[in-house]
C-alpha cells in the first residue's frame, strides 16, 4: 500500500541534526529536479526578500520564512514525519506509534512538496516554506514542473499494489495516477451525516476532513492492515469500525471514489 499525503503549510523548526544530504532523500529519481527547485528557492530568497515574499505569497507575518528558506543548505534537519504538523499530522500522530507501526509509516507514507516532489516519512529535512501553488521566477508553476519527474517515478513507486491518494488539489496537480495503476487508486471524501428534523443531511467536510483521513492511516497501519485494491480497502476500513460507501468506477483505469461518513467533526 502506498499512501499520498499533502504536506502541511505550518512546520516544526529545524532540527539539530546534521544538514540536508540531498543524497539520502528517498526517490532518487527526483534528484535533478530538486536540486534545481532548492538552488532557485534558496538564491530567490537570500538575494531579494520582498521579491522572495510576492513569489511564496507570504503575509508580513511570514517574513521570517524567507530567511529559513535562504538557509537550507545549513539548517539542522528532521524527519519529514517531525517537520510536517497540523490537522492530519496530530490525528495520525506518528511518534506515538508502535515500532512495527512506524516501520510500516516509513514504507508506505509519501508526502507530496513544492521543494522536494516527495519524501518519505523516514527522510531527514530541514524545515521550509515553499507549496506546490508557487510559480518560480525560473522554473514556472510548482505544480507543471514536478510531472515530468514525477512521471517517470512515480508509477514504480506505486508497485502493484493499492495507492490511497488522500492529497489536496492543489498537490494532484503534481502527479496523476494513470491506467492500470489509477485503476488501483482510491480517493477519500469525507461526509458529515447529521439528523435535521429528523432527515439525514449530509455535507463535505473540510477543514476536519485532514483528522479523519490522520485518523483512517493510524487504524490501517495499527492493524497492519493490507490491501491489495480499492475493495479489500472498503472492506479493512468498515473492519476497523468506519462507515464507508463506495461503488467501482464506471470505466477501467479510473480512480475509485470513497465517501467517508462521520457522525461528529473534530
Given at each position: 500500500?502506498?499512501?499520498?499525503?499533502?504536506?502541511?503549510?505550518?512546520?516544526?523548526?529545524?532540527?539539530?541534526?546534521a544538514?540536508?544530504?540531498?543524497?539520502?532523500?528517498?526517490?532518487?529519481?527526483?534528484?535533478?529536479?530538486?536540486?534545481?527547485?532548492?538552488?532557485?528557492?534558496?538564491e530567490?530568497?537570500?538575494?531579494?526578500?520582498?521579491?522572495?515574499?510576492?513569489?511564496?505569497?507570504?503575509?508580513?507575518?511570514?517574513?521570517?520564512?524567507?530567511?529559513?528558506?535562504?538557509?537550507?543548505?545549513?539548517?539542522?534537519?528532521?524527519?519529514?514525519?517531525?517537520?510536517?504538523?497540523?490537522?492530519?499530522?496530530?490525528?495520525?500522530?506518528?511518534a506515538?506509534?508502535?515500532?512495527?507501526?512506524?516501520r510500516?509509516?516509513?514504507?508506505?507514507?509519501?508526502?507530496?512538496s513544492?521543494?522536494?516532489?516527495?519524501?518519505?516519512?523516514?527522510?531527514?529535512?530541514?524545515?521550509?516554506?515553499c507549496?506546490?501553488?508557487?510559480?518560480?521566477?525560473?522554473?514556472?508553476?510548482?505544480?507543471?514542473?514536478?510531472?515530468?519527474?514525477?512521471?517517470?517515478?512515480?508509477?514504480?513507486?506505486?508497485?502493484?499494489?493499492?495507492?490511497?491518494?488522500?492529497r489536496?488539489?492543489?498537490?494532484?496537480?503534481?502527479?496523476?495516477?494513470?491506467?492500470e495503476?489509477?485503476?488501483r487508486?482510491?480517493?477519500?471524501?469525507?461526509?458529515?451525516?447529521?439528523?435535521?428534523?429528523?432527515?439525514?443531511?449530509?455535507?463535505v467536510?473540510?477543514?476536519?476532513?485532514?483528522a479523519t483521513?490522520?485518523?483512517?492511516i493510524?487504524d490501517?497501519?495499527?492493524?497492519?492492515?493490507?490491501?491489495?485494491?480499492?475493495?479489500?480497502?472498503?472492506?479493512?476500513?468498515?473492519?476497523?469500525?468506519?462507515?464507508?460507501?463506495?461503488?467501482a468506477?464506471?470505466?477501467?483505469?479510473?480512480?475509485?471514489?470513497?465517501?467517508?461518513?462521520?457522525?461528529q467533526?473534530?
Open positions: 500500500m502506498l499512501v499520498l499525503l499533502p504536506p502541511s503549510e505550518g512546520k516544526a523548526a529545524s532540527g539539530r541534526g544538514p540536508l544530504k540531498p543524497e539520502s532523500l528517498s526517490l532518487p529519481g527526483l534528484a535533478d529536479a530538486r536540486a534545481a527547485v532548492l538552488d532557485e528557492l534558496v530567490l530568497c537570500a538575494a531579494d526578500e520582498e521579491k522572495a515574499r510576492a513569489v511564496l505569497g507570504l503575509s508580513e507575518g511570514l517574513r521570517g520564512e524567507i530567511a529559513k528558506n535562504a538557509e537550507l543548505r545549513t539548517a539542522g534537519t528532521r524527519t519529514a514525519g517531525e517537520i510536517y504538523t497540523g490537522v492530519l499530522y496530530d490525528a495520525l500522530d506518528l506515538t506509534l508502535e515500532p512495527a507501526a512506524k510500516r509509516a516509513r514504507a508506505s507514507l509519501l508526502v507530496f513544492g521543494l522536494w516532489g516527495a519524501v518519505r516519512v523516514g527522510d531527514r529535512i530541514p524545515s521550509y516554506r507549496s506546490m501553488g508557487v510559480r518560480l521566477p525560473g522554473l514556472g508553476a510548482l505544480g507543471a514542473y514536478w510531472r515530468g519527474p514525477m512521471e517517470s517515478v512515480l508509477p514504480e513507486v506505486a508497485g502493484d499494489g493499492l495507492v490511497l491518494d488522500l489536496s488539489s492543489a498537490y494532484t496537480a503534481a502527479w496523476k495516477p494513470k491506467g495503476v489509477a485503476g487508486t482510491a480517493t477519500v471524501r469525507v461526509l458529515h451525516s447529521q439528523l435535521v428534523d429528523g432527515v439525514e443531511k449530509r455535507s467536510v473540510s477543514h476536519f476532513n485532514k483521513k490522520g485518523r483512517i493510524r490501517l497501519l495499527l492493524a497492519d492492515a493490507r490491501p491489495k485494491g480499492p475493495g479489500e480497502l472498503v472492506a479493512a476500513l468498515r473492519d476497523l469500525g468506519h462507515v464507508v460507501e463506495a461503488a468506477p464506471a470505466r477501467a483505469g479510473r480512480p475509485w471514489a470513497l465517501d467517508v461518513v462521520v457522525t467533526i473534530h
